[in-house]
C-alpha cells in the first residue's frame, strides 16, 4: 500500500492526495452498499421461497450425523 501511495503522489502530487484518497472512499463505500443490498435481496428472496428453513434442517441433520459419528468414534477407541 505504501508503494501505491508513492506512486500516487509522485504522479498526481501530494495537493490532489486528499482528492483522490476521498474518490477512493466513496467507491468503496458505493460497492460495499450494493454488496450488502445484493446479500439482503438473496437473504429476502429465500425467505420467501422457504430455501432458508430448508437449510436450516440440512444443517440440524448433518449436526446430528456429525455428532453420532464422533460418539462412535470414541467407542473404538476405548476397545
Known amino acids: 500500500m505504501m508503494i501505491v501511495g508513492l506512486v500516487i503522489i ?3 502530487g501530494s495537493d490532489k492526495l486528499p482528492e483522490i484518497v476521498r474518490g477512493i472512499a466513496k467507491a468503496m463505500n458505493t460497492v460495499r452498499n450494493a454488496t450488502d443490498d445484493i446479500k ?4 429476502k428472496s429465500a425467505d ?3 430455501f ?3 437449510v436450516k434442517q440440512i444443517t440440524q441433520q ?3 450425523v456429525k455428532d453420532q459419528i464422533e460418539d462412535s468414534g470414541s467407542i473404538k477407541r476405548k476397545f
Open 48 to 50: 420467501e421461497h422457504g
Open 62 to 64: 448433518i449436526e446430528q
Open 40 to 43: 439482503n435481496e438473496i437473504s
Open 10 to 12: 509522485l504522479v498526481f
Open 52 to 54: 432458508s428453513k430448508d
